[in-house]
């Protein structure tokens, strides 16, 4: 991993200590004043709760939903190598297919669903977890594929298929392993993108409720403050989803680096 990577993953790890820290703080009723004052929307919340909770479930909806969606394709690829042929094909054709479907669309109708069904102004934290898993399968299915593709090509991988080892143990046992690296750097580059496109549709006001805000959400719901002496208020919550998408994506694109130099 290169200097980039390391001060990506030194800066997570300050972000969950961040979160960590006002949790425990907060049950100790310990918390030291905000500096920034108390929410415009919210007078009874201080910014530094709303953003540092909107920290705390922008990273848990970016590592859930990234987890989901990259475990889902991982079965969905192995399950299309094992059986190859058309069935490989039509996972193929399935996954261009449904990613080329723009995510925001199929969230915001998603949104209209969840409040015509169960009410509200937003959606639940489960319910855009799901949707976020539901819409993300697509294009990691086929980065998959294609990784398993090219290991299965190794002279060692040929043989074991030549000599009558069954494909599943070969793809488990030997496959698999290889990949890891691979498949880590997908989640961790998932991560970000996941983390953008709940904060774009919560800023559009299709996501989740203002009283549990994400980081977007919080934005959203307080853009009109960038044009005010206020903007300060807003200035933290853009800070930590930058930090945060940028440190993700350092960290992931090191490990994909790392896997493309041990092939």
Known sequence: ???RSRLGLLTLVLLAGLTFGHAALTALDALP???FGADPGMPYETVCGQV???LWRSLLLGVTAGAGSCLAATALAL???RLGGRFELGIE??????FSIPDLLVLIVLGFVSRAVWGGEGVTLPFM???LVAIGWAAPTRMVQNRLRSLERLDFITAAHAIGVPRTRVLLRHVLPMAWDYLLAIFLLRVPAIILTESTISYLGFGLPLDQPSLGRYLGGHWQLLATDDWVKVAPAWALLALLVV??????????DRAEEAR
Do not use: D, T, Y
């Open 93 to 98: 054709k399935g996954a261009e297919l449904f």
């Open 33 to 35: 004043e905000c500096p």
């Open 52 to 54: 540092i909770g909107g």
């Open 1 to 3: 991993m290169n200097w």
């Open 247 to 256: 440190a993700f994506h350092q960290v992931g694109r090191g490990l994909l």
């Open 79 to 81: 399950f299309a190598r």
């Open 129 to 131: 977890i799901a949707s």
